[in-house]
RNA sequence: GCCAUGGUGGCGGAACGGUAUACGCGCGCGACUCAAAAUCGCGUUCCCGCGAGGGAUUGAGGGUUCAAGUCCCUCCCAUGGCACCA
């Protein structure tokens, strides 16, 4: 009598014994294969891992477990990042410091991860909130300060009055504030920045060599946003004054017919102040003043109706000596470009639409594509990407391309213009008027100049004597003991930096810090022990192998680590500049096709279904819903097949054994080939679908050998570790000598390879196609040769009615599947 | 508007240009049971037909091909990202 499989008591067996037995401990200096992956580590939030956690960490583990028995040495460590505004936000509502509650719910989530039963080194961890950690955030923010890529700017930021926080452009979402929703507004504040913008093209070029999906670098691009133009001067009638306006399509500007500027420009600022004399005065204050109040919201819901104020003043285009009126818009922004744009309403669609709402002319200087050189007069008719120049004296009959490049020659000749490259990516905004962050590391004399906290303090400790509300300031301004700590050290009427550093700067290097927590030693700097990273080891290591994350950080997480990278690289402390080499975006688990989240409420806890149907089981349910690229809608009613499949599994391999049928043989050596490749593919779903059919044919056939056995329980391991080492360890009936030896956990057995000659049955099916449609099937040896097999195929009764009295025009055989008449 | 991704049974989803709907869920019928659950067996894309069989079918419509879910063109819908970016 067997007994019947418990998840809960065998899973809880097996993680109690590969921990006393070190089955998971990593070694990195020793690896010989070295494999790096790992996925964006979590946040340790108040709520559990939920089933997203799941899925994102529980199936790379298997893809890692796959790896390390086809002989790779996976290093697959898991970190916090610990820092960040929820800890903060619950500090403000609890008063419980954020230190004690990031703390308390990474350690409950490392149990949970180890309930998952992840083959995580708990040694190579990391808390970015932890002092040996930000210590060397702190660290790199001195080593970009060094060399001349941190620095302070003065500008209107972005500012969200519920968080009393400065966000940068990448964190606005709509207009709102992208963690609580709230109306960003526009205020004034000395930052640190980081020169991302030195890197752009860089950022750009290696793209091209990244094993990243398609995708994303698409995105990176258009984030990245490569522009070339030329930067065109304009002069001002009856005006000292100039205007430059940006454009990639300089072929157009015989079309030009007026300029709009943005409603704060210097110009239009100089007019709404009357240093600048203009008829129009109070349409261009006025216009500027309720620009100033509208939201971008507000912006937004006005759609495409322009609006706008002549300025009273026209500029002169000097290729044909027109005299262009400027006019101030909203659709203009100041810190885009140069803040003006020449409007050329034939062929650019907002440009139209200007002119149309205030009746400035609109001159056609490209030929549409069906030769069309009648006047633009509407919509449909705006020419953008492509044609030839017409109306355009020098440029005439010249493709837009060549007219392109023509006319920036010529501008640049004449001194009207000059080429620019121009980005779209800004720079790196890395203040945060936050508590809870790594403080940056630099104090100010009592003039206000400001010096970096010198290498042997840092750790710069960030205070614990503070107010968490928010006040406008940042709160690290209360700490009595920061500023203590400060006037010791430095001297008399020094003062620290209060801001503390945006969360993306922990994670845009954190793949490097894992691999130099050595055996849970935290050396610090100040003892000079330590380094960011051990160069063998980065070497050896970087960069990741694969690196898996949502495709949210697409555009910010992914191009600031990237960065990093670079600069580290030209700094001579790591020998790569990419950090990830290979890079794969989970699908979204959803709920009634809503992401899951505590404000909506739709949040399932996985906790019952492994408590219930244990870890393995929730794991492969999670991996047989859809491909991991994919993700998909929750639904909890399926993991009943899971559950069966197990209990059969379990059932048929403690069986007693028989010699197996060639059938099942053939089937075996099949599904080791399509597990393999299935699951080097991510497509653990067909992996276990090949399983069960594998079982089904088993099941049928009533029974198998121990050899095929075994087989099957190793090709589980990756999917259903406890399971398989249960199995494994049953079917090896091990001695009391071998038992618990780490060579005979099933995590170490070689990954079983097939049998070419062996894929094939003695029997295959045919189909028989007559004119396209399946008239019917044949079984033939694999030895039949074609003409047999054919003459076969026309014996089918079902065949022959299609094929009496028809002429046979073609005749198509395709080994192993089907043939297909022609008549 | 632009870019990207996707659209296949009642549902999750399979399918080197080669028998569409594998595998699983659900459902139906049967076995076991006093009964139910669990388990096992059979069936299950839709329409017509007692059946043999026939017809239709991968968002819609065209095209290439002996053969199209797959390749090409036009369109529709959904999701994600970006957006008066000059």
């Known amino acids: 009598m067997f007994h019947e499989y418990n998840p809960s008591s065998v899973e809880a067996k097996w993680q109690k014994l590969w921990e006393k037995e070190h089955v998971y401990d990593f070694d990195l200096a020793k690896a010989k294969d070295p494999y790096y992956m790992t996925v964006m580590f979590p946040y340790p939030s108040g709520a559990n891992l939920h089933v997203g956690h799941w899925f994102q960490y529980s199936i790379p583990d298997s893809y890692g477990r796959f790896l390390r028995m086809r002989g790779k040495d996976v290093f697959f460590p898991m970190g916090f990042d610990a820092f960040g505004l929820p800890a903060e936000n619950y500090a403000i509502k609890t008063g419980t410091p954020p230190a004690i509650s990031t703390k308390q719910n990474a350690d409950t989530m490392v149990d949970q991860f180890k309930r998952m039963g992840v083959m995580v080194d708990w040694k190579y961890s990391l808390n970015t909130s932890d002092p040996s950690y930000y ?21 209107n930021v972005n500012w969200c009055p519920k968080d009393q926080t400065v966000l940068a452009n990448e964190q606005v979402w709509d207009g709102k504030c992208e963690r609580c929703g709230t109306e960003v507004t526009q205020k004034p504040l000395d930052q640190w920045y980081w020169k991302i913008t030195d890197y752009t093209q860089r950022l750009l070029d290696g793209l091209d060599d990244l094993d990243w999906p398609k995708k994303t670098k698409i995105m990176q691009r258009n984030w990245i946003g490569r522009k070339e133009g030329i930067d065109i001067t304009y002069a001002i009638k009856d005006s000292s004054e100039k205007i430059v306006c940006f454009t990639t399509r300089p072929d157009t500007n015989f079309g030009a017919t007026f300029i709009v500027i943005a409603p704060d420009h210097p110009f239009a600022k100089k007019i709404s102040a009357e240093e600048i004399p203009s008829a129009h005065q109070k349409e261009v204050k006025d216009y500027a003043v309720v620009t100033a109040k509208k939201t971008e919201m507000e912006r937004q819901a006005e759609g495409r109706k322009k609006t706008g104020a002549f300025t009273g003043y026209y500029a002169v285009n000097t290729l044909n000596n027109r005299e262009m009126p400027i006019w101030v818009s909203d659709f203009v922004l100041a810190n885009f470009g ?31 594509p069906d030769g069309d050189t009648s006047p633009v007069t509407s919509v449909a008719q705006v020419q953008e990407e492509a044609g030839t120049m017409i109306n355009s004296d020098f440029l005439d009959g010249l ?20 080429r620019i490259v121009s980005f779209r990516l800004r720079d790196w905004l890395v203040s945060r008027q936050r508590y809870w962050g790594a403080p940056i590391p630099i104090v100010y004399d009592p003039e206000g100049n400001p010096h970096p906290v010198p290498e042997e303090h840092l750790p710069w400790l960030l205070p614990t004597d503070v107010e968490f509300k928010p006040t406008g300031k940042s709160p690290l301004t209360d700490s009595k003991e920061f500023i203590a700590r400060t006037e010791k050290i430095f001297g008399k009427g020094w003062t620290p930096e209060f801001d503390t550093m945006d969360t993306f700067v922990c994670s845009s290097f954190y793949y490097l810090r894992y691999l130099q927590q050595c055996h849970g030693e935290v050396r610090s700097s100040a003892t000079n022990h330590d380094t960011l990273i051990d160069k063998a080891m980065e070497k050896n290591w970087m960069p990741v192998d694969l690196y898996i994350g949502g495709p949210e950080h697409a555009c910010m997480h992914l191009i600031y680590a990237r960065f990093v990278m670079m600069a580290l690289h030209d700094q001579g402390v790591v020998s790569h500049d990419e950090p990830f080499k290979k890079l794969v975006h989970q699908g979204l688990i959803t709920n009634q096709g809503a992401k899951m989240s505590k404000s909506k409420g739709n949040v399932v806890s996985p906790d019952t279904f492994v408590e219930k149907y244990g870890s393995d089981a929730f794991r492969m349910f999670l991996m047989f819903m859809g491909p991991f690229e994919q993700g998909g809608d929750w639904s909890d009613t399926g993991i009943k097949g899971i559950v069966r499949f197990i209990d059969r599994l379990w059932k048929t391999l403690n069986a007693e054994k028989k010699p197996d049928s060639p059938d099942v043989k053939a089937a075996l050596h099949r599904t080791i080939k399509k597990v393999t490749e299935d699951i080097e593919a991510l497509h653990f779903n067909t992996a276990i679908s090949a399983l069960m059919e594998l079982l089904n044919l088993i099941e049928k056939e009533g029974g198998c050998s121990l050899e095929t056995s075994k087989i099957i329980s190793i090709l589980l391991a ?8 249960e199995l494994w360890q049953l079917l090896t009936k091990p001695t009391s000598q071998q038992a618990n030896k780490p060579t005979n956990f099933v995590i170490n057995q070689p990954w079983p390879t097939f049998d070419p000659s062996l894929l094939q049955s003695t029997t295959m099916t045919i189909a028989i196609q007559v004119n396209g449609k399946v008239r019917g099937d044949i079984v033939v040896d694999a030895t039949d040769s074609k003409e047999e097999i054919l003459t076969k195929a026309k014996e089918l009764e079902n065949v022959k009615k299609y094929l009496d009295g028809a002429t046979i025009k073609k005749e198509i055989y395709v080994p192993n599947r089907l043939i297909s008449f022609v008549v």
Not at 356 to 364: D, G, K, Q, W
Not at 399 to 418: F, T
């Open 718 to 725: 990756p999917l259903a570790p406890h399971l398989a080492e």
């Open 135 to 155: 210590l060397w955030t702190q660290w790199l923010f001195l080593e970009m300060h060094k060399h001349g890529l941190a620095y302070k700017k003065l500008g």
């Open 338 to 368: 140069t803040g003006a744009v020449v409007g050329v309403p034939a062929h650019d669609l907002r440009d139209f639409e200007f002119a149309s709402a205030f009746e400035l002319p609109i001159i056609r200087v490209v030929v549409g």
């Open 399 to 418: 493709p837009i391309l060549e007219a392109k490049e023509k006319m920036k020659d010529h501008m640049e000749k004449k001194g009207w213009g000059k």
